[in-house]
């Protein structure tokens, strides 16, 4: 099995020890630029991938990582790849833990079922869900801050011709097709967002909550669950989901005044079915820091037109570049600028690029 690339970035780059690279071997684990890290190509069971991450906040908070191989604990399991776009809030807790935890509860699931499906991946969501509860309850008296860190979860699972998407938050999965008859490559976005922004979301959160007049709140003009959180889905976020941890030692600003009885936001991911088709060629999986700059169709666009390797770190560099230009400022100054004051430029960004074969 390919190792998860990112478990190296994680655990060895600065965000966490302040250090440089640590050997896990060459070019195998990836190269790091200033705040950049990138692997710019890299061979799955099920074609190529490249991938990219760059560092906006004081620690990171996003984390990922492509597994392939074998998806089960079983030697005669389903084989396939793995892709996974964690993009935490508040901190990097909620993040690591699903990189840490979520990929071997889908190889549990996946081994008791004997195949991939839908339900494997809604399982192996609900136990790091569940995980990272037991976690919030173990540490809260002594870090209550835990209860109000959470991340986006962004996975794929390419299986037996099927790629599987699963989605909770606002990091988005976009598939390139070419059409032959003209040349063109379309972008057909197979995630859907749970961002208090889409009307859509805000619909369904007044829905579930009939009774709550300020479920959602224009504030600043943005729109926020609670006043607070743009989101509407996550892991973790435990003090907009358990009542007993929206309290006292809890920092004022994620406090409610008035309780609740059911979760606010929702841990339960949407889940998208692709048969893959000849003319698929590849997906980007990204967190929001690219969607924000980039749309769906210059993103396509850039991949189509550029060689596959180093494409990740290309897209990458687009959307710096956009950051850039809407501050009026120039790119080689924007990667100037440290991590943490970096933050009010753009957000953290890790893309994905995985090819068909």
Not at 106 to 132: N, P
Not at 178 to 192: D, F, M, N, P, R
Request: proline share 4%.
């Amino acid at each position: 099995m390919l190792a998860a690339v990112m478990d190296y970035f994680s655990s060895c780059w600065g965000p966490r020890s302040g250090a440089g690279h640590r050997g896990k071997g060459s070019d195998a684990a990836g190269r790091q630029d200033g705040l950049l890290w990138y692997k710019d190509a890299g061979q799955l069971v099920t074609g190529e991938f490249s991938m990219a991450v760059v560092q906006a906040n004081q620690l990171l908070e996003d984390q990922s990582q492509v597994e392939s191989g074998s998806l089960s604990l079983a030697d005669t399991g389903p084989q396939g790849t793995f892709v996974g776009v964690f993009d935490g809030h508040g901190g990097p807790e909620t993040s690591r833990f699903i990189n840490d935890h979520l990929f071997n509860h889908l190889r549990r699931f996946a081994t008791e079922h004997k195949f991939m499906s839908a339900d494997v991946i809604r399982k192996a969501f609900q136990a790091t869900e569940e995980g990272f509860l037991s976690l919030v309850s173990k540490e809260w008296s002594l870090k209550p801050q835990i209860a109000s860190v959470g991340s986006c979860c962004l996975v794929g699972v390419i299986c037996a011709g099927t790629l599987y998407v699963a989605n909770l938050g606002d990091s988005r999965a976009v598939l390139g097709r070419l059409v032959k008859a003209t040349g063109e490559v379309l972008a057909i976005q197979l995630s859907s967002e749970h961002n208090a922004c889409y009307e859509e979301v805000r619909q369904e959160l007044q829905s579930s909550h009939p009774d709550d007049p300020h479920i959602v709140v224009l504030k600043h003009n943005v729109w926020r669950v609670k006043g607070i959180i743009q989101i509407s889905r996550s892991i973790g976020d435990v003090y907009l989901k358990k009542p007993e941890y929206n309290r006292e030692p809890l920092h004022s600003k994620f406090r409610l005044r008035e309780t609740f009885q059911r979760p606010i936001l929702s841990s339960e991911p949407q889940i998208t079915e692709h048969r893959i088709q000849p003319n698929d060629q590849f997906v980007i999986f990204a967190s929001d820091g690219l969607w924000e700059h980039l749309s769906n169709k210059e993103a396509v666009d850039l991949v189509q037109s550029s060689p596959r390797n180093g494409i990740a770190r290309r897209l990458v560099k687009a959307a710096m570049q956009e950051a850039a230009k809407k501050r009026e400022m120039r790119y080689s100054d924007l990667k100037k600028i440290d991590r943490g004051v970096r933050r009010h430029f753009h957000d953290d960004i890790t893309v994905v690029v995985v090819f068909m074969p």
